[in-house]
Every structure is written in structure tokens, then in C-alpha cells.
């Protein structure tokens, strides 16, 4: 290696240039890291769970063979998830968190002159991702019930859409779709228009009526489902996801994938995950029990918040009231993540944490009143 002398920084001459599209990115916002051991991580909907041990014994053995690069074709773990969900191992394609994945559909389908349809707000990722790929973003905003508004949607889809995203239960706001209302949504949708299915919450809805998707992508050509073991299977670190598509398009994300963009120890441990499935389930169980429990006190105390079907609730809020929301966080060591002009996301956790939150909130009345006289010095875009 060469030794730099003036301290870093490119030399004099013409620089590379970013494509427009690139320049013109909003950069995805990641939810604040606990610096301390005390600080409360609740901002990015993480499991707050320790891996499994059965999971962590697979992760250290697969460990002694890093110097190798992993199986590209993600072999067994594509047929783990298969049995799972009762579909074909040519129909799973494993990527780089659902994220990657989502990445490889967008690359794979959409370019300049085509349109994405996305509810908003929704996930951060989707106006990156989309303008990456060269189209153009359609946000359409969420309704009334912080839920997708679907007949607005539908009213957005142009000759030139290529792709729907629809997010269940919606990131931020835990809105999930019921079966029925989903069924006549992608019913509804031009066959040739791709529907993007996100279910990175799907193990947390215990609705009665909750969508089942395997069945849409059976019944229809243009459907493609998404789902992470970054969430309720806490596999976030390693970076593993996966989509449901039919062959060709199974076949035209695997073209583009980035080559062994997942490792040996990301896939081992994704199958390991799917093996304890009873003890995955018992985490997911205390955290919708926990949901149940915080919603209720919330209410109780004058905070109006939807029926959240994920493992995190979710506060709407004018500025004021978000600035003085998360003033008061940052002073209880609590970090949530916050959207300018929207509200305020916190994840759920154990008991003792979630206690936290509910101290910090208190009652409605009392929180605007305690803090009506705060000074804001924060910065607005925390
Ligand atoms: C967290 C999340 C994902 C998945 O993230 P990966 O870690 O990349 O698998 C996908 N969609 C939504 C809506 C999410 O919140």
C-alpha cells in the first residue's frame, strides 16, 4: 500500500460523477445503535431476544470455513424454506436481507419510463430502491387508519406501472390487510403488473382474518411474496431474506444477485432458525401477548395509536409533539426512531423495557402539559 502524506482526500483533477438518479437520493435514515448497555434499542424492530443457542452452535461451526465462499445457489436452505411454505425450491430466491432481494426484483423488472406504486409512509427503502432501479416512485398515501389506502392505489397504477408494493403489516404503522381485502386488491391489479408482497412483520399478525399470501402466489402469476429472518427470527446481524416468485422471474433475480451476497453462516443459521420453529414462536407470542398488554395501557391513557399487527407501535404526531416525544426518550435512554412531519415508531421488547416506554408516555393529558414549556433544540431530523 502506497503512504498517503497530505492526511487523505482526492487528488487534484476530475472527479467521477455520480449518475443523477444516485445525487438525487435520500439516504436511507437507520434507526440510532445503543451506545450504552442501558440505552433501550428500540428503533429499528429488531428482536430484542439473544440468539437461539441451537442457532448460535450452527453459526460458530460454520465459522471454521470462512475461507470458503458460500453455496451461491443457497441449496439447502431454498429447500428448508420450500417445505416450510409449500412451494418449490426453484420458486425461493435467498438474498441479502429482503431488502437485497427487493433490490434483485426492482434491477430485474423495472427501468426508466416505468412507475412503482407504494403506499406512504411505508418502508424507507422502497423511493430508494425504486429510483435506483430508474423508474419513477408513486407514493399514494396511507388512509385514515394508517392502512393502505388500496382503491387509491389501484387509481395509481398507469400504463406505465410496472410493480406494486404492498407492505403487511405496513412499516411503520403495523397496519396489516386481511385476506379479503388483499384477495380483491391483487384481483383488481393488471395481470401484467408485477404485486410485491412485503411480509417482513408476517409472524406477529395473529389477526383471525390475517392474509395467507402463499395462496395469492398459487393463484396468480403476477404475485411475489418477501419475508426476512431479520425480525421475529433475530437474524438481523447476518443479513438474510428471501422472496416467493414464480420461476422466470425466480430465474431473472437470481441473474441479477450479487454473486455470494449471502454467507455459509447466514444461510445455516436462516435453515437452523427454521428448525426451531416452536421456540421462535414462543418469542413471537410474548411479543404480540406484550403488544396486546401496551395498547391497551396506551389507550387507557389518551394515546390514540392503531391496531398494530407487528412486533412495534406506532404514535402519529404533529412536530411538536414528535420534537418533545423524542426529548424525552433521549433523556430515559430510550432510542426509537421518529419520521419528520409523521410520528414516532417504537419497537416492542421485554416487559421491563416496554415498561420504560409506558413511563416516558404516561398519560396523554399530562405528557402535552409536562411538556408544553420544553424549549426544542434538537435537531429536527433525528
Ligand atoms: C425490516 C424490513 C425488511 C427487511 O429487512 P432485511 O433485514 O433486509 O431483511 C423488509 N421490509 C420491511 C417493511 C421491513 O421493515
Redesign the pocket.
Known amino acids: 500500500m502506497t503512504h498517503v502524506s497530505n492526511g487523505g482526500g482526492a487528488p487534484e483533477g476530475i472527479e467521477p460523477v455520480l449518475r443523477e438518479v444516485v445525487s438525487a437520493l435520500p439516504s436511507y435514515v437507520a434507526g440510532r445503535r445503543a451506545s450504552t448497555a442501558l440505552a433501550a434499542a428500540l428503533a429499528s424492530?429488531e428482536s430484542h431476544e439473544a440468539p437461539l443457542p441451537s442457532v448460535l452452535r450452527v453459526v460458530r461451526e460454520a465459522s471454521d470455513r470462512i475461507n470458503r465462499y458460500p453455496d451461491m445457489a443457497a441449496a439447502e436452505l431454498r429447500e428448508h424454506i420450500a417445505a416450510f411454505l409449500h412451494v418449490l425450491p426453484d420458486e425461493v430466491v435467498i438474498g441479502p436481507?429482503?431488502?437485497?432481494v427487493l433490490q434483485q426484483l426492482l434491477a430485474a423488472t423495472c427501468g426508466p419510463d416505468d412507475e412503482v406504486v407504494f403506499a406512504w409512509r411505508s418502508?424507507e427503502a422502497y423511493p430508494i430502491l425504486v429510483s435506483l432501479s430508474g423508474a419513477t416512485p408513486v407514493p399514494v398515501p396511507l388512509g385514515a387508519d394508517e392502512g393502505h389506502d388500496l382503491d387509491a392505489m389501484l387509481s395509481g397504477i398507469t400504463d406505465r406501472t410496472k410493480a406494486v408494493i404492498v407492505?403487511t403489516p405496513n412499516?411503520p404503522t403495523g397496519v396489516a390487510i386481511d385476506h379479503n381485502t388483499l384477495e380483491r386488491f391483487i384481483a383488481a391489479v393488471p395481470p401484467h403488473v408485477l404485486v410485491i408482497v412485503?411480509e417482513?412483520?408476517v409472524e406477529y399478525v395473529d389477526a383471525a382474518d390475517s392474509a395467507d399470501t402463499t395462496r395469492f402466489f398459487r393463484a396468480h402469476a403476477n404475485v411475489c411474496v418477501?419475508r426476512?429472518f431479520?425480525?421475529a427470527y433475530g437474524l438481523?446481524g447476518l443479513?438474510v431474506?428471501f422472496a416467493i416468485a414464480h420461476s422466470s422471474l425466480a430465474e431473472g433475480l437470481r441473474r441479477v444477485a450479487l454473486p455470494f451476497g449471502v454467507s455459509a453462516l447466514a444461510q445455516q443459521a436462516a435453515a437452523a432458525s427454521l428448525d426451531a420453529a416452536t421456540e421462535i414462536q414462543q418469542r413471537v407470542d410474548a411479543v404480540t401477548a406484550e403488544r396486546r398488554r401496551v395498547l391497551q395501557i396506551l389507550r387507557e391513557s389518551g394515546w390514540e395509536t392503531p391496531d398494530s399487527e407487528a412486533n412495534f407501535i406506532w404514535l402519529r404526531t404533529d412536530e411538536r409533539l414528535r420534537l418533545n416525544l423524542l426529548e424525552a426518550f433521549d433523556r430515559a435512554d430510550v432510542l426509537v426512531r421518529s419520521y419528520a412531519d409523521d410520528g414516532v415508531r417504537i419497537t416492542l421488547a421485554d416487559t421491563a423495557t416496554n415498561d420504560r416506554v409506558l413511563a416516558v408516555l404516561g398519560s396523554k393529558d399530562t405528557f402535552a402539559q409536562r411538556s408544553s414549556s420544553i424549549v426544542h433544540e434538537m435537531d429536527p431530523a433525528k
Do not use: H
Open positions: 424492530n436481507g429482503s431488502v437485497g418502508f407492505c412499516n412485503d417482513a412483520y418477501l426476512t431479520s425480525k438481523a443479513r431474506g
